[in-house]
């Protein structure tokens, strides 16, 4: 198993900036290749945030596209989502991800979700 630790979450004022962590802990069986950030808004389904591979590929969403930023220190395995000119439509749980390989294929692991709101 994987157990995923987020940080970071807050209230904040629209424009403002917040940094979310998230730290997967060590395995023998699991290899990290994908860590990223979904987020879930009240009555709405969970959707992609960001992701980025041990290679250093990313994928985001096209609405957090030149606002937020993901980075990975691969040697901590810890992912960082760095969320600037936040609006109120950012407000949701945020759920860090990580995709473990192993010999029995591709793991699939949450953190238990961090709260971010956006509001004056």
């Known amino acids: 198993q994987v157990q995923l630790v987020e940080s970071g979450g807050g209230l904040v004022q629209p424009g403002g900036s917040l940094r979310l962590s998230c730290a997967a802990s060590?395995?023998?069986?699991?290899?990290?290749?994908?860590m990223g950030w979904y987020r879930q808004a009240p009555g709405k389904q969970r959707e992609l945030v960001a992701t980025?591979?041990?290679?250093?590929?990313?994928n985001s969403v096209d609405s957090v596209k030149g606002r937020f930023t993901i980075s990975r220190d691969n040697a901590k395995n810890i992912v960082y989502l760095q969320m600037n000119s936040l609006k109120p439509e950012d407000t949701a749980v945020y759920y860090c991800?990580?995709?473990?390989?192993?010999?029995?294929?591709?793991?699939?692991?949450w953190g238990q979700g961090t709260q971010v709101a956006v509001s004056s």
């Open positions: 991800n990580a995709d473990g390989r192993w010999v029995g294929g591709i793991q699939s692991f």
């Open positions: 060590e395995s023998s069986i699991f290899s990290i290749v994908r």
């Open positions: 980025i591979t041990s290679g250093g590929s990313t």
